[in-house]
């Protein structure tokens, strides 16, 4: 098994890998952002970053401009002062973060130039690095902005989107690491290609099921109670005194209660955890009886961990109705179970294997 240290590559490898910190991070402050209701409190965007308030009248400055807002006019129109700057303070973090992120990719990657150590076949993966970044920035403000016109709201469709452009990039900045510290050669001959469909399988439902799961904390777009799905039906493991509520069922169309009906979206969110509980099981029997490197066992190792504590962090934080730090710590679950099936999947397909 390779080693950073011993890798040729290891300084560009450590900056990646600490881009794929920054974007955790990100992530899990962009969860608080979104817990503590702070996400539209400011209502501007600067690409170059901006000075926070440093006195009362820089305070009073973005407080009007807040209070010229929908969701002051409709919803915080009692707010003072003193309750904004806590959440003016967590979407200004997260913004900061964002940025840290793109100034860290940027001096690396020039101070790299410099030094000659970006070979020729790393071009691509690093224009797609900066693409990838440059949309999550866009995507990042296209969400706010839904929120500062005439409803006070951010769109759960754009929500998704933003969360996935997150994680889409992590994706990409951790596989290329990985390809780095692990370049394809012969092994021994194992039977991890038998698990790649299974796997794969699991990838594509969990992505689904962290879609829903942005769903779930978003308001619903369409939905006239204006409530979010995770805060409705708090019962496990039935939704109140029913498997199937009513309300599951209860607009025109197949679509609409699947993404536009919050008690509907809570369901498929339910639902979706039962099956990823099912696949790694499955992948869990099968793999014990494979042959299997030393790494793709610690994949699927660190799933069978991962999956079992994101279904009981699921199951607390719905019975709980979603407290700051129990949202959190789900999220961080959710990106935890990603990070392991990226490493997994990267094990089942990076070995060309010799008998």
Not at 104 to 115: C, E, H, Q, R, T
């Amino acid at each position: 098994m390779n080693s950073i240290s011993t890798s040729p590559n290891k300084q560009i490898i450590y900056w990646l890998l600490t881009g794929c910190f920054l974007i955790y991070i990100m992530v899990v402050v962009g969860c608080l952002t979104r817990l503590t209701h702070s996400g539209l409190s400011i209502t501007d965007w600067n690409f170059m970053g901006s000075v926070p308030p440093l006195n009362n009248d820089m305070w009073l400055e973005r407080f009007v401009k807040y209070q010229q807002s929908p969701e002051f006019q409709k919803i915080n129109s009692t707010m003072t002062l003193e309750e904004f700057k806590p959440i003016f303070l967590w979407e200004y973090i997260h913004r900061m973060i964002g940025r840290t992120m793109m100034y860290v990719f940027a001096i690396g990657f020039v101070y790299f130039l410099i030094k000659k150590k970006i070979k020729k076949e790393m071009w691509p993966a690093f224009a797609l690095l900066f693409l990838m970044g440059a949309m999550q920035a866009v995507i990042g403000w296209w969400m706010v902005y839904s929120g500062l016109q005439s409803k006070p709201a951010v769109s759960h469709y754009r929500l998704a989107t933003h969360l996935m452009s997150a994680f889409t990039l992590f994706a990409f900045t951790f596989w290329f690491a990985l390809r780095l510290l692990h370049p394809k050669e012969n092994v021994e001959v194992n039977d991890g290609g038998k698990l790649k469909g299974l796997s794969v399988l699991f990838f594509c439902i969990l992505i689904f099921q962290i879609i829903f799961g942005a769903f779930t904390a978003g308001y619903v777009e369409g939905d006239a109670s204006k409530i979010r799905p995770g805060h409705i039906f708090n019962t496990w493991p039935k939704m109140g005194d029913s498997w199937i509520p009513e309300q599951v069922t209860m607009k025109d169309t197949f679509f609409e209660n699947m993404f536009e009906n919050a008690s509907g979206i809570q369901f498929v969110h339910r639902t979706t955890a039962f099956i990823i509980v099912a696949l790694i099981c499955l992948i869990w029997y099968k793999s014990d009886k494979l042959k299997l490197s030393k790494q793709q066992n610690f994949g699927i190792t660190l799933l069978i961990y991962g999956v079992t504590v994101q279904f009981i962090l699921g199951v607390l934080t719905l019975l709980y109705q979603v407290p700051v730090i129990m949202g959190a710590l789900h999220q961080t679950g959710a990106f935890f179970l990603f990070l392991s099936c990226i490493y997994l999947l990267f094990h089942l397909f990076n070995k060309k294997t010799i008998s």
